[in-house]
């Protein structure tokens, strides 16, 4: 008995001090939410955090540093001496003086490449707004892929019941069964592939905005919103004007010019001052003042050479410079007619293939459902639209490549 009643109490016991475990917050295990994101909105998180333009930033603080270094006078200097003969002790002061604009013209060619290092940053600036776009983008194309796939999963289940019922109505062989079963699978691998490509573009665009890797977007810029209308002469206008590597050459030849100053001013001679006093020299003075005046005589060496070489560097980014214009004109064509064929690409999309290939899928099972058309038909048919929207997705991110190639060249922002 007292054994029958321990097998009783025993558990009573354990339940009572271990009550069963909770069930786990289904909050906590779920996915999280995404987060909202407007094409603008991810430019700006880019300038703010992406690690390219944070180290290209640093090079400023290196060229401001340059500005002090060329600022710096030259230190003086302090002599003493003693010797047997008289004066016995002497302590002398001198100090290099920089005359002719020396310092000045230093400056102002340090100033010059700080201005070149600013042109520098905002070209990766711009560089890193193509890629983010780009990348935006390519992530909306990735997931209204995977939606679509989604969809046409969906349609070839659909066709596979209709085979079914055809087939348990004896009006098809099983043949056809196996041929719509063979087309499911075939779409639920492109709905899987799709899946894991849309990831792999969340994860680029991550890595561009400098965020966790499993971070999730809600994309508010939709992949199919049309590019601001531009005109020809505008954009090649504006492209003239602020194209970053034609702004980079001009910087350039501000920094030659600097150079060619900073070389005639270091033509002046140098002249060192120096002052002091000798002491002990008997019987004719115990302490006598003592100044000096050193001039270098440039004779030989009046930086002929570094000004000829600066003549020469000014010429050769004067024709670069021309040349660049003229490449910079024919890219702004070429990227606009780029741009003008996507949109008609789209457009053509838009309006006749999607709609009719719609069209036809749903005039096809139909069809294949009345027992008109086999089942042959109707799989030709879903792929003939499972190709065209893929391919209307890709141009439709080919038009904001395009978009955003005619950008980075024009160099500011166009929408």
């Known amino acids: 008995m007292l054994l029958i009643l321990c097998a009783f109490a025993i558990p009573a016991f354990a339940a009572h001090q271990y009550p069963p475990t909770a069930p786990a917050n289904s909050a906590q295990t779920s996915t999280p939410k995404a987060r909202r994101l407007t094409l603008q909105e991810a430019f700006a998180i880019a300038e703010r955090q992406n690690l390219d333009l944070v180290a290209e930033r640093l090079h400023r603080a290196v060229s401001l540093a340059g500005i002090t270094i060329a600022g710096e006078r030259p230190n003086p200097s302090v002599i003493g ?13 001198d100090l290099p003086l920089e005359l002719g604009g020396k310092r000045r013209t230093r400056i102002d060619e340090a100033k010059q490449e700080v201005a070149l290092t600013d042109i520098e940053i905002a070209t990766l600036s711009r560089q890193i707004r193509r890629q983010v776009r780009d990348a935006f983008y390519t992530v909306a194309q990735a997931k209204s892929e995977a939606e679509q796939q989604v969809q046409l999963a969906d349609l070839s289940r659909q066709l596979r019941n209709i085979a079914n019922d055809r087939f348990n109505a004896g009006d098809v062989p099983q043949l056809e069964v196996m041929q719509a079963d063979l087309e499911l699978s075939r779409a ?27 971070t999730q977007w ?40 600097s150079k060619t100053r900073m070389f005639r001013a270091q033509r002046f001679p140098e002249v060192t001052i120096e002052a002091g006093a000798d002491f002990n020299s008997p019987p004719d003075f115990e302490v006598g003042p003592r100044g ?40 702004v064509e070429a990227a606009f007619a780029e741009l003008n064929a996507k949109l008609t690409e789209v457009d053509l999309y838009r309006r006749t293939v999607i709609p009719a290939g719609r069209k036809l899928v749903s005039l096809t099972e139909e069809s294949y459902r009345a027992g008109k058309a086999n089942i ?34 024009v160099g500011v922002p166009l929408d």
Do not use: C, W
């Open 81 to 93: 001496a003693t010797s047997r003969d008289a004066p016995h002790e002497a302590l002398l002061f």
């Open 188 to 214: 639920e691998a492109d709905r899987d592939v799709a899946a894991q490509e849309m990831k792999v573009a969340f994860a680029k665009l991550n890595a561009l905005l400098n965020v966790p890797a499993d």
């Open 218 to 257: 809600d994309l508010v810029s939709p992949l199919d919103t049309l590019p601001l209308a531009v005109t020809l002469p505008d954009v090649t206008a504006r492209a003239l004007d602020s194209n970053y590597d034609l702004l980079h050459l001009a910087q350039e030849l501000k920094v030659e010019q």
């Open 292 to 331: 000096q005046l050193t001039v270098g005589l440039p004779i030989f060496n009046r930086q002929q050479g570094e000004l000829a070489q600066s003549a020469a560097n000014q010429r050769l980014i004067e024709a670069e410079i021309a040349a660049k214009r003229r490449q910079v004109s024919g890219d």
């Open 376 to 409: 042959l038909t109707v799989i030709e048919a879903q792929r003939t639209v499972r190709q065209n929207e893929r391919d209307y997705l890709q141009s439709l991110l080919e038009l904001q490549k395009a978009f955003s190639e005619l950008e980075e060249t």
